[in-house]
């Protein structure tokens, strides 16, 4: 089992900036790739960005590339998810993702672990 909390969410005007982070207990966090995902209000869970294992590979939706930046320091167990730039429609609730495959995913279904989320709104 592997336990994940995430911190950082709050409130935010438009073009500012969250960073958000994710810290993992349980089993070995760096034998797990590690994804953000969001819901907003009314809508399905969506895919943000993942980062593999070793933090040498990421992979982002086209919404908040060049915006968001994922990280990981495998030796505090923890991702990070940097958030410039923010719009309105950035507001939601943000959720880690552990992945024990090393194929990237985009499905939260592929998912095993989640955390409980942290809330972001950004006004406009």
């Known amino acids: 089992q592997v336990q994940l909390v995430e911190s950082g969410g709050g409130l935010v005007q438009a073009g500012g900036s969250l960073r958000l982070s994710c810290v993992a207990s349980g089993r070995t966090f760096s034998n797990y790739a590690m994804a953000w995902f969001r819901r907003a209000p009314g809508k399905e869970r969506e895919f943000v960005v993942r980062i593999s294992r070793s933090g040498g590979s990421t992979s982002y939706a086209d919404s908040v590339r060049g915006r968001f930046t994922i990280s990981r320091d495998n030796a505090k167990n923890t991702v990070y998810l940097q958030m410039n730039s923010l719009k309105p429609e950035d507001t939601a609730v943000y959720y880690c993702?552990?992945?024990?495959?090393?194929?990237?995913?985009?499905?939260?279904?592929?998912?095993?672990?989640w955390g409980q989320g942290t809330q972001v709104t950004v006004s406009s």
């Open positions: 993702a552990a992945d024990t495959s090393p194929i990237v995913h985009r499905e939260s279904s592929r998912y095993d672990y």
